[in-house]
């Protein structure tokens, strides 16, 4: 098994174009990192990344209008940044290309019919159902991105960069994806100090699974308070987001507050969020 770990890091020397890495020792340490982690992975408990996790029927009650409905799990967004209370990632620069800044989360994998021993989402209710790339296609579609930044994956097989791009996630060797998050500098080591984002939206291209609705990642800062669609400004396009979440109850991380329609983080949308948006009409992240 070391063997064939060692020979798979050898083929993929050519495929970290992505952030240019340099040959020699800093290429050596990359693969003794990737190394432990391909070794210790089974060992873990679970992966220690930000994932965004994909299922249906997000009320988990059979029966009910959600039941086909796609949506993202949000246990795990932000978990592992500094910034959780704010509630964004913060971008580092890449140790191969001083232009580049970069974060390798969140990645997407899907909720678990409980067959996985070690997966932090384990809900049969929630999880799809039938063959991967047969019976559903899963697509994560970019609705929106900022300029310069780019997601990917480190073989470049996955490449988002304007609104339209998708990928095939149900097409993916495994449900389990890791994402990379580069803005490109115009001079080396000028760190981006402009809110920078990217929204989602699923949808299945075999029509078993209606659309979810668009979530956001916001990178570098937080959006304004009512920034809700996440494109650096507080408009109509945000009070119609705002509408669509209106008096709902259980505003929780695990719906990323609603997308941040929760904005005070009570566990509903009301009349207090509504006037923390109001606030911040016409403001411009950026």
């Given at each position: 098994?070391?063997?064939?770990?060692?020979s798979?890091l050898?083929?993929?020397?050519?495929?970290?174009?992505?952030?240019?890495?340099?040959r020699g020792n800093?290429m050596?340490?990359?693969?003794?990192?990737?190394?432990?982690?391909?070794?210790?992975?089974?060992?873990?408990?679970?992966?220690?990344?930000?994932?965004?996790?994909?299922?249906?029927?997000?009320?988990?009650?059979?029966?009910?209008?959600?039941?086909?409905?796609?949506?993202?799990?949000?246990?795990?967004?932000?978990?592992?940044?500094?910034?959780?209370?704010?509630?964004?990632?913060?971008?580092?620069?890449?140790g191969?290309?001083?232009?580049?800044?970069i974060?390798?989360?969140?990645?997407?994998?899907?909720?678990?019919?409980?067959?996985?021993?070690?997966?932090?989402l384990?809900?049969?209710?929630?999880?799809?159902?039938?063959?991967?790339?047969?019976?559903?296609?899963?697509m994560?579609?970019?609705?929106?991105i900022?300029?310069?930044?780019?997601?990917?994956?480190?073989?470049?097989?996955?490449?988002?960069?304007?609104?339209?791009?998708f990928?095939n996630?149900?097409?993916?060797?495994?449900?389990?994806i890791?994402?990379?998050?580069?803005?490109?500098?115009?001079?080396?080591?000028?760190?981006?100090?402009?809110?920078?984002?990217?929204?989602?939206?699923?949808?299945?291209?075999?029509?078993?699974?209606?659309?979810?609705?668009?979530?956001?990642?916001?990178?570098?800062?937080?959006?304004?308070?009512?920034?809700?669609?996440?494109?650096?400004?507080?408009?109509?396009?945000?009070?119609?987001?705002?509408g669509?979440?209106?008096?709902?109850?259980?505003?929780?991380?695990?719906?990323?507050?609603?997308?941040?329609?929760?904005i005070?983080?009570?566990?509903?949308?009301?009349?207090?969020?509504?006037?923390?948006?109001?606030?911040?009409?016409?403001?411009?992240?950026?």
């Open positions: 098994m070391v063997s064939g770990f060692r798979g050898a083929g993929m020397d050519e495929k970290f174009s992505l952030l240019k890495f340099d800093k050596t340490s990359i693969r003794k990192f990737l190394l432990v982690i391909l070794l210790c992975g089974s060992a873990l408990a679970y992966c220690p990344l930000d994932h965004l996790f994909i299922g249906c029927n997000e009320d988990a009650i059979p029966g009910t209008a959600d039941d086909m409905k796609l949506f993202v799990h949000s246990l795990h967004k932000y978990r592992n940044s500094e910034n959780f209370g704010e509630r964004f990632y913060t971008l580092s620069v890449s191969m290309d001083p232009q580049n800044f974060i390798n989360q969140p990645g997407f994998d899907e909720i678990n019919d409980g067959s996985q021993y070690d997966h932090p384990k809900d049969p209710n929630r999880s799809l159902s039938g063959v991967r790339n047969v019976d559903y296609q899963i994560v579609q970019c609705l929106d900022s300029e310069n930044f780019r997601v990917t994956n480190l073989t470049g097989t996955i490449v988002l960069d304007e609104p339209g791009d990928f996630h149900s097409a993916q060797p495994d449900t389990h890791h994402l990379w998050y580069v803005w490109r500098s115009t001079q080396p080591y000028v760190q981006p100090d402009e809110l920078l984002w990217v929204t989602y939206q699923l949808y299945d291209a075999k029509g078993k699974y209606s659309d979810s609705e668009p979530f956001s990642i916001a990178f570098v800062k937080a959006p304004p308070a009512g920034d809700l669609a996440m494109d650096g400004y507080v408009d109509g396009l945000d009070i119609e987001r705002f669509y979440y209106w008096l709902m109850q259980g505003a929780s991380q695990d719906n990323d507050y609603y997308e941040r329609t929760d005070n983080k009570d566990g509903s949308v009301d009349f207090y969020d509504f006037a923390m948006l109001a606030q911040n009409w016409m403001t411009i992240a950026n």
